[in-house]
């Protein structure tokens, strides 16, 4: 089975600093690795994800994530952070072989807020 | 926006009926996922369909059903519905059955069960 943790239930971060909201993986195999942002009464948007290759990704809206196979980790990044960035942000795993490899399970979630 | 539509956007019911929730899929799109998001479950994975298939089953209860038609577009039909199948139902497509394919998410019909 896998599974993901997001140990931050709310990361508070001032408007142009940098900002990190973590995630830790626990899968048999290699995994997959996505990131999703959800705003007030919207559906999930996807971010960027982790197939293989580069262990720094670029995503949406300036955000990037850094895969550490050692440390089981996809921690999601962005430089200076925005007011507009404040929103539901889930980290995700999905198995490349295997049963289940088709179900992405995901974190419970940290919610950012960005202070002007 | 996705891409992905989703109808109706809420939905308000009573114990024991049943309700069918919609789903097409981004244009070209063959797989369709479906996810409850609840306060106290958080996002699960309930099914999946490719091209009219059913692919994969997560944590879906036995009164939960779904397919997909030959335009591509699902239905998840749930009944019996008790107070705890209130949450947001969320539908995904992906171009493909592949494992690195991107899921691109609906904006979610609310189900309420009064």
């Known amino acids: 089975a896998q599974s993901v943790a997001q140990p931050e239930d709310q990361v508070n971060v001032a408007e142009g600093n940098p900002l990190t909201v973590k995630c830790t993986y626990s899968v048999s195999g290699n995994p997959y690795l996505f990131w999703y942002v959800q705003y007030p009464n919207r559906g999930l948007q996807f971010l960027l994800k982790?197939?293989?290759?580069?262990?720094l990704v670029k995503g949406s809206y300036g955000f990037e994530a850094e895969f550490n196979k050692s440390q089981t980790s996809f921690h999601l990044k962005k430089p200076s952070a925005l007011v507009s960035d404040s929103a539901l942000y889930f980290c995700a795993v999905r198995r490349v072989e295997g049963t289940g490899r088709r179900a992405l399970t995901f974190g419970s979630g940290t919610r950012l807020q960005v202070q002007p | 926006d996705s891409g992905v539509t989703q109808t109706p956007k809420h939905l308000i019911t009573a114990t024991g009926q049943r309700v069918t929730l919609r789903c097409s899929p981004r244009s070209g799109d063959l797989s369709v996922y479906w996810y409850q998001q609840s306060l106290d479950q958080g996002l699960q994975f309930l099914i999946q369909y490719y091209n009219g298939e059913e692919r994969a089953k997560g944590n879906i209860l036995e009164r939960f059903s779904a397919q997909q038609f030959p335009d591509l577009h699902s239905e998840l039909n749930l009944s019996s519905l008790e107070l705890g199948d209130s949450a947001l139902y969320f539908c995904?497509?992906?171009?493909?059955?592949?494992?690195?394919?991107?899921?691109?998410f609906g904006p979610g019909t609310r189900l309420t069960v009064l």
């Open positions: 995904a497509s992906s171009s493909r059955d592949r494992v690195f394919d991107t899921q691109y």
């Open positions: 982790y197939i293989t290759g580069d262990n």
